[in-house]
């Protein structure tokens, strides 16, 4: 199951039970949660050897979508603590026009007990401000240090020696603002501007974003997305486009085509461990469908071609969907 109130931490094959002890006041409604159980695998069937989770919830619902949320998971492999963490999440509307969300990971201790890697590990906040019937604005602060607590643990339990810089994990940090502007019921435009950085050692840089969204174009049926961010980073400047295209064909079908360039990817080495590696001119090309077999059954269709200019690579995802 994947328990929501707890964001990425919320992967669990086991138990979970949950009681709404008081009755709902003009605050909202109290919700208390405990949970217990084994930690899936991420690509396959089945769950981690010898990894168990655990932990408890509180969660305060309020109208109109309010939540308020405090958690704490545990996560013990082979008789080590991998990660002890406490997470907090709230949603809060403001009258009609303001919308705010809000989440944070803090660990109560480093991997496996390190004395590195506690405080907090991801901080996130949106808040969207709709200034005029058809303006809004959106401001976002993201910050976090991802570090892999898993191969941590494993090492020590292996005997072999931690590298302090795999305690520092991998940071980033991003924040700047969106404006966005209904030109008709249809069509919407938006730009806006962020400062990011990609690791604690390098500087920050600049990310202009640009894009527009369109529904049913010209009583098509068509819906079209097309973006663009351009980076302007200590190596150079370089754009990201995104395109898409999608039609319903009947009831039951929808096609999606879509377009991206740029790719970025992550591996170990540097100073601080894990750096992004920039490939400005790869490019993603991409189809998928949805294909409904009734009100409650699905099938999911997707492929793909990634092109650099050292490797090429073919993917293609299929899936099923029931609803209950």
Same mark, same amino acid.
């Given at each position: ?5 707890? %964001? ?13 002890? /008081?009755?709902?006041?003009?605050? %909202? ?8 159980? =084994? ?6 069937l089945g769950w981690v050897e010898d ?8 969660? =305060? ?7 308020? &949320? ?8 082979? +008789? ?13 509307? *403001? ?27 991801? /901080? ?6 709709? @200034? ?11 910050? +976090? ?19 302090? $810089? =795999?305690?520092?994990? /991998?940071? /980033? ?11 008709? $019921?249809? &069509? ?6 962020? $400062? ?10 600049? $990310?202009?974003? =640009? ?10 049926? @068509? ?18 486009w995104y395109a898409s295209v999608g039609?319903?064909? %009947?009831? !039951? ?20 461990? @894990? ?22 059954? !699905? *099938?999911?269709?997707? %492929? ?13 995802l299929s899936g099923v969907a029931y609803?209950?």
């Open positions: 199951m994947w328990l929501n109130d707890l %964001g990425g931490l919320g992967a669990l094959a086991g138990l979970l039970a949950e009681t709404r002890p /008081f009755p709902a006041t003009a605050v %909202g409604r109290f919700r208390f949660g405990l949970f217990a159980g =084994l930690e899936p695998k991420n690509f396959e990894v168990r989770k655990g932990g408890a919830y509180v969660a =305060l619902d309020g109208e109109r979508g309010r939540k308020h &949320i405090l958690g704490w998971v545990v996560v013990r492999n082979t +008789g080590l603590t991998e990660r002890s963490v406490m997470s907090m999440t709230n949603f809060v509307p *403001i009258g009609s026009e303001v919308f705010i969300y809000q989440a944070l990971e803090y660990d109560l201790q480093g991997p496996a007990g390190q004395s590195e890697g506690k405080g907090l590990t991801y /901080f996130f906040v949106n808040g969207r401000v709709r @200034i005029a019937k058809r303006f809004e604005v959106q401001g976002l602060y993201h910050k +976090g240090n991802s570090i892999d607590s898993r191969s941590i643990t494993q090492d020590i339990l292996n005997g072999r020696p931690v590298d302090s $810089r =795999l305690l520092q994990g /991998f940071l /980033f940090e991003s924040a700047g603002g969106r404006l966005t502007v209904e030109l008709t $019921r249809n &069509i919407r435009v938006y730009g806006g501007y962020a $400062r990011e950085k990609n690791s604690s050692s390098d500087a920050s840089y600049g $990310r202009l974003n =640009l894009g527009l969204s369109a529904t049913n174009v010209l009583g098509s049926g @068509i819906d079209v997305n097309v973006s663009d961010n351009r980076y302007d980073t200590p190596t150079g400047k370089y754009d990201g039609r319903s064909l %009947g009831s !039951s079908i929808y096609l999606t085509a879509d377009f991206s360039n740029s790719l970025s990817i992550l591996r170990v080495t540097g100073s601080d461990g @894990i750096v992004v590696e920039n490939r400005p001119r790869a490019r993603r090309f991409g189809l998928s469908g949805t294909v409904n077999l009734g009100r409650s059954f !699905s *099938i999911l269709l997707n %492929g793909e071609l990634l092109d650099d200019d050292t490797s090429r690579e073919t993917r293609v609803r209950f």
